[in-house]
Nanobody, 119 residues
Framework: QVQLVESGGGLVQPGGSLGLSCAAS????????MGWYRQAPGKERELVAS???????NYADSVKGRFALSRDNAKNTVYLQMNSLKPEDTAVYYC?????????????WGQGTQVTVSS
């Protein structure tokens, strides 16, 4: 019903910046929340940031003040601006979308994009 396509991963030096984009297609009217999770080697997948359709955001404590999540409902796209990157931000980043409860609250995932922070 919903497909997510990610772009923007890559290699960046500590202190640098990187932007990730995620575009949703299909039955996008069903989506309420969108955001990003990440999974580092040997770690469980964790929430990075999320945003509701009406613009309410939540951030992991580890990225507050450094990352910013925005959403363009007309384009069905979310954008994660990552600043002051640290080596511990290295992970595979996954776009996530969740349907509203009225549509079953199903979750959808992108394929994952690698972010590596290293000098």
């Amino acid at each position: 019903q919903v497909q997510l396509v990610e772009s923007g991963g890559g290699l960046v030096q500590p202190g640098g910046s990187l932007g990730l984009s995620c575009a949703a297609s299909g039955s996008t009217f069903r989506i309420n929340g969108m955001g990003w999770y990440r999974q580092a080697p040997g770690k469980e997948r964790e929430l990075v940031a999320s945003i509701t359709r009406d613009g309410r955001t939540n951030y992991a404590d580890s990225v507050k003040g450094r990352f910013a999540l925005s959403r363009d409902n007309a384009k069905n796209t979310v954008y994660l601006q990552m600043n002051s990157l640290k080596p511990e931000d290295t992970a595979v980043y996954y776009c996530n979308a969740v349907e509203g409860y009225g549509f079953g609250h199903n979750a959808y995932w992108g394929q994952g994009t690698q972010v590596t922070v290293s000098s």
